[in-house]
């Protein structure tokens, strides 16, 4: 595919000529006499270096590099002046320019300065696509719902998502705390910038302090070499807390030095890092409740909640419950090549009905789970588990027990008799599945 050059240069026969030269080569060659022109030109094709003359009718080249690198920033400029000038060249650097020439004296660099010049345009195109491609998706469009309660948090991590501010995502397991995080950060100006994500309930407090700070050789016993902690691998962008309630006093100290100087100090360091970071925090707690108690600082706390948005539980937006189920049942039904799954009305009414303590997450899962079973296009309740019926407040037919039989037989009889693999699609231990292989007497 032939690459695209676009010359802006208000002399025709200079502007004639270069397309000549250039042409020979192998390019695509456009031609504009304006600034005005050539920014039409920019939007309308895939252009990936421009020769721009300094001296346009309409606009300073110079200054033009500026606003073509505003449009399409993998895009090259080379500055063609017929008398060049220090300060100018310097601007142009300066605006982003690739290369800044003298007209005639130059002619025998145009060349080998367009090669260069093209090679690094469609390195930094791919780059840019990709990175459109990494924010699209984890942008805030695809956070799915349409009720009241998630659009308003949706429209409030919107607007704070463009400062720096410190955020506190509450909610409870499983709400898309995590989403809201990613989403933040990739609709910031740090998108470009590590979005470095830690648990703080996975780690115990020491090896906690480790991976947030990193340490020096030597801090303690098996530490063979300096290690960065998250906190330096997220320079110049955002790290997510995710479960902060659980951090110890003494941790809870030093993050509140972080957030304060923009410093701390590693395990076995005397010196203190700097660092310029976003920091984004999560919990399931009630952290002003949780201050009150002496288990989490109260200043923390304050530091911390400076921007605070709610996320509601699922049972707090059921109208989004098919909306989700959909999008989940067509995801995992791609992955598993079983074609296009619709949902009858019945099942859609037990999901409604249902009582969701592990919210979004248990949705997905519970999907997941149902696609696997289903023989069918059509998922029927008979593909839920047993407690989906209970939910339904319909026991006349039949007891709880009754069903949960009925379910473990028909998933050993699609398993084989695989009770690993039936412990795994019930949800359940592989010790809870024998007991209740001996209580139903179920071989």
């Known amino acids: 595919m032939q690459q695209t050059i676009l ?15 250039i042409g020979l ?27 721009s003359d300094v001296k346009l009718p309409d ?39 690739f290369n800044y020439i003298t007209k005639g004296d130059d002619n025998d660099k145009i060349i080998p300065l367009v090669n260069q010049a093209i090679d690094k ?26 009720s009241k309660a998630i659009q308003e948090a949706v429209t409030l991590a919107r607007r704070v998502a463009v400062t720096d501010t410190t955020v506190l995502l509450l909610g409870e397991t499983g709400t898309g705390k995590e989403v809201f995080a990613s989403a933040i950060h990739y609709e910031s100006e740090r998108r470009l910038m590590p979005f470095v994500a830690i648990n703080c309930s996975s780690f115990s407090g020491e090896l906690l302090e480790s991976e947030l700070f990193g340490y020096k050789a030597g801090a303690f016993t098996g530490a063979l070499k300096d290690k960065k902690g998250l906190l330096e691998e997220a320079q110049h962008g955002t790290v997510f807390l995710d479960e902060i309630g659980e951090m110890s006093l003494e941790l809870q100290a030093k993050l509140l030095r972080v957030l304060e100087s923009k410093t701390f100090i590693k395990l076995g360091d005397t010196q203190t890092t700097k660092v310029n970071i976003r920091v984004l925090a999560a919990t399931n707690r009630d952290l002003q409740k949780e201050a009150e108690a002496g288990r989490f600082r109260l200043d923390l706390y304050y530091r911390l909640s400076v921007f605070t ?34 949902m009858d009305s019945a099942f859609l009414e037990l999901l409604n009905k249902h009582h969701w303590k592990g919210n979004i997450r248990e949705l997905k899962n519970m999907i997941e789970r149902v696609v696997i079973l289903a023989d069918e296009a059509i998922l029927t309740p008979d593909l839920l588990p047993p407690e989906f019926k209970y939910d339904s407040g319909d026991h006349s037919a ?28 019930l949800g359940i231990g592989l010790t809870t599945l024998y007991r209740k292989l001996e209580e139903y007497k179920l071989s």
């Open 7 to 21: 010359i802006i240069d208000d002399e025709k026969k200079l502007n004639d000529l270069l397309s000549r030269i």
């Open 25 to 51: 080569e192998g390019f695509r060659v456009l031609q504009a006499f304006t600034g005005k022109e050539g920014l039409k030109l920019l939007q309308q094709e895939d252009v990936l270096l421009v020769l």
């Open 59 to 97: 606009v300073n080249g110079v200054d033009l590099v500026k606003i073509i690198k505003e449009k399409k920033p993998y895009v090259e400029v080379i500055n063609l002046t017929a008398y060049g000038t220090i300060a100018d060249g310097v601007k142009a650097i300066q605006n982003g320019a």
């Open 121 to 146: 345009a469609i390195l930094q195109q791919r780059v840019f696509e990709l990175e459109k491609k990494v924010t699209r998706k984890y942008s805030f469009a695809n956070i799915i719902g349409a």
């Open 309 to 342: 948005i709610a996320l509601p539980s699922l049972n707090e937006r059921k109208a989004d419950i098919a909306l989700l189920a959909d999008h989940y049942l067509k995801d995992f039904a791609s992955k598993m090549g079983k074609g296009i799954l619709k």
């Open 398 to 425: 039949v007891d709880l027990a009754s069903v949960e039989r009925q379910h473990i037989h028909k998933i050993l009889a699609r398993t084989n008799g695989n009770k690993t693999e039936t412990a795994r699609l």
